[in-house]
């Protein structure tokens, strides 16, 4: 068994991100691994967004383009997640970095797990976009069909009670 030193941790910003960070600094700890809080900008939100700027032009705020637009929800969801880590984990965001990419999200963190040297992934099970699990399959069943490294999956106790 490898050495954990990077830990992937995928949040979207829904009500399991805060579980996922949990367990992700928990399991850091134990290896004293580097934590990188991933989030991605779905390509199919931003697909929908130049679309609609093209067929309505005063869509997006007076002066923005679909770029500023994007940086600017970038920079709204790193405040999300500074605020997430200032408010339960001060004593470890030293052990912290926010990373965010634009793209498929399965395809961006099977990515990032090369480009950053991952040992292993956290991530919910369930996220944002529960009914696209319908149409298309989950993001996490796609990762943890297709990734190098072991993916461990966080689920609510409550949610997922025995009958």
Known sequence: MNKIKKILACVDL???SLMTLEYAVELAKGSRAQIIVFNVIN???T??????GGYFPGYLPSG?????????????????IKA??????????SMMSI??????????ILQAVETENIDL????????????????????????RHSPVPVISVRDKNEFKRK
Do not use: W
Not at 47 to 52: I, N, Y
């Open 14 to 16: 829904s009500q399991y």
């Open 43 to 45: 390509q199919i939100d």
């Open 47 to 52: 697909s929908g967004l130049a679309m609609t």
């Open 64 to 80: 923005t383009d679909l770029e500023g637009y994007l940086e600017t929800l970038k920079k709204d969801r790193h405040e999300k």
């Open 84 to 93: 997430i880590i200032k408010e339960n984990f001060l004593n470890d965001a």
């Open 99 to 108: 990373k965010f990419e634009r793209g498929t999200p399965f395809e961006c």
């Open 121 to 144: 992934i956290v991530m919910a099970n369930k996220g944002r976009r529960n009914i696209s699990r319908v149409l298309f399959g989950s993001t996490a069943e796609k990762v943890f």
